[in-house]
């Protein structure tokens, strides 16, 4: 489904289709459900926050404004029903963060096992290097290349200027690159 008909859905959703409410839900329940597991690791209180979320979008959907991307609405309503929700509790804990994995492409049993291992081995070096980036990088990098939300999005539901969401990836990415480096195995 395109970001069209996604944009379609939410305009006839707030005038009362319950078919293109399901399809909202449906589209967007995945990708929120990881994203809420970034910024805690309660996945009992991210599935709340995204039922009550879309409860509330459902009763207040005549008071909504169009959204040319209902994916950053979305993301943005979850983030700050966590943090509100999170703030009360006066804890924060972060998730584990987890890949997408990715098909091997590979005709021989041998090439297999060892392109298997050197993915586990990538990705696991991968997961540590993001788990040691300060919060707000891997909010961002989270935001940016698993969810594709446009800078400019980020900025504004970071609370930050462009430059800054720009500088703050680059910055992250500078950081994963050279630690990559330093922990891949040598051919």
């Not at 040691?132 to 900025?155: D, K, S, T, V």
């Not at 703050?168 to 195995?185: C, E, H, I, M, N």
């Amino acid at each position: 489904m395109s970001a069209l008909d996604h944009d379609m859905d939410w305009i006839r959703m707030k005038s009362g289709d319950l078919s293109a409410f399901e399809r909202i839900y449906r589209a967007h329940v995945r990708p929120m459900m990881r994203y809420g597991l970034k910024i805690t690791d309660d996945p009992a209180l991210v599935q709340d926050c995204i039922q009550d979320l879309f409860e509330e979008i459902w009763n207040t959907r005549q008071h909504l404004s169009d959204t040319p991307y209902p994916k950053f609405y979305l993301l943005r309503a979850l983030r700050n029903k966590l943090l509100r929700h999170l703030s009360k509790q006066s804890f924060v804990r972060n998730g584990e963060l987890n890949l997408a994995a990715g098909e091997l492409m590979s005709g021989y049993v041998e090439l297999d096992i060892v392109a298997r291992e050197t993915e586990n081995h990538n990705r696991q070096t991968l997961r540590e290097l993001l788990d040691g980036l300060p919060l707000r990088q891997q909010e961002a990098i989270h935001l940016r290349f698993y969810h594709n939300i446009p800078y400019e999005n980020i900025a504004e539901m970071m609370d930050m200027n462009y430059q800054s969401v720009l500088n703050l990836v680059q910055r992250a990415l500078k950081s994963l690159r050279k630690g990559f480096s330093l922990k891949s195995p040598r051919t």
